[in-house]
T-cell receptor, first 115, second 112 residues
């Protein structure tokens, strides 16, 4: 079974600085998708970024980018120019590309932005 | 506006009572999902549905039931068999089973 590990329960960053959230996963599959979701205090899960394992290029969405290391099974999220609105729980998630409907989530990292 | 709505925002259940959580989407998505979130944990899949009139159990389906009579709607019933129902419940949908899942705002269920 696939597992997703987020080893940083909490992180903090100064406003306008850069922070990196870590995620590792375990799978025997060769093709899959990885996601970062943000859960602000409203508790709605919001998609931040998606990475397809067969693509070597790291995904980028404005101030959010990932460092995808397939051999190391690592998928970190970098947030540049941190803003107060970035404060939230961040969840890393995995989904197989082979007909598996399930998203497997990590336990999350709580990100605090210091003004 | 297209999106996913869940109601109610808060729900209280008495012992031995069944309660139903609503999930509606107007995104024309084929697939819908129910997840449960407990404090300090990620989400766990309860049930999912790929098409109307079809649904499958997820990892923690015991004590829950669903129906999918319309494409737009996927209600979740928390039955009295679910002994620890207090949690945050999130509904999601996707264009297809292989597509990215988008989430509703959630329902907080509390036991009186």
């Amino acid at each position: 079974a696939q597992t997703v590990t987020q080893s940083q329960p909490e992180m903090s960053v100064q406003e306008a600085e850069t922070v990196t959230l870590s995620c590792t996963y375990d799978t025997s599959e060769s093709d899959y998708y990885l996601f970062w979701y943000k859960q602000p205090p409203s508790r709605q899960m919001i998609l931040v970024i998606r990475q397809e394992a067969y693509k070597q290029q790291n995904a980028t969405e404005n101030r959010f980018s990932v460092n995808f290391q397939k051999a190391a099974k690592s998928f970190s999220l970098k947030i540049s120019d941190s803003q107060l609105g970035d404060a939230a729980m961040y969840f890393c998630a995995y989904r197989s590309a082979f007909g598996n409907e399930k998203l497997t989530f990590g336990t999350g990292t709580r990100l605090t932005i210091i003004p | 506006d297209g999106g996913i709505t869940q109601s109610p925002k808060y729900l209280f259940r008495k012992e031995g009572q069944n309660v139903t959580l609503s999930c509606e989407q107007n995104l024309n998505h084929d697939a819908m999902y129910w997840y449960r979130q407990d404090p300090g944990q990620g989400l766990r899949l309860i049930y999912y549905s790929q098409i109307v009139n079809d649904f499958q159990k997820g990892d923690i389906a015991e004590g829950y039931s669903v129906s999918r009579e319309k494409k737009e709607s996927f209600p979740l019933t928390v039955t009295s068999a679910q002994k620890n129902p207090t949690a945050f419940y999130l509904c999601a949908s996707s264009m297809g089973i292989q597509e990215t899942q988008y989430f509703g705002p959630g329902t907080r269920l509390l036991v009186l």
